[in-house]
């Protein structure tokens, strides 16, 4: 059974910092490109960072450049967010995404999402 279950999300000041978290399991995780995407109330859910399968090549969001890094460590099935000079317009549920595309054949798991407020 496929999961990703993320954490660290919270209630965080202006300028503050969290580490998002996803844990991974029931798929090989290591054949996966693993993102971050947030959805605002009211917004459509958008992409924040990707990082390939080996973990070489990521991509950032414009609005995030400089203050998030992704990364993941394929021995523990885990994808993390790093996440500094956090702004109140970071404030969103941020979710976790696998996928995999081979021959036009596409594979997408999410996590529940977990909440990320920036609020003084």
């Known amino acids: 059974q496929v999961q990703l279950v993320e954490s660290g999300g919270g209630l965080v000041q202006p300028g503050g910092s969290l580490r998002l978290s996803c844990a991974a399991s029931g798929f090989t995780f290591s054949m996966y490109a693993m993102s971050w995407y947030r959805q605002a109330p009211g917004k459509e859910r958008e992409s924040v960072a990707n990082?390939?399968?080996?973990?070489?090549?990521?991509n950032y969001a414009d609005s995030v450049k400089g203050r998030f890094t992704i990364s993941r460590d394929n021995a523990k099935n885990t994808v993390y967010l790093q996440m500094i000079t956090l702004k109140p317009e970071d404030t969103a549920v941020y979710y976790c995404?696998?996928?995999?595309?081979?021959?036009?054949?596409?594979?997408?798991?999410w996590g529940q999402g977990t909440q990320v407020t920036v609020s003084s």
């Open positions: 995404n696998a996928r995999r595309v081979v021959f036009g054949s596409r594979w997408d798991y």
């Open positions: 990082i390939s399968r080996g973990g070489g090549s990521t």
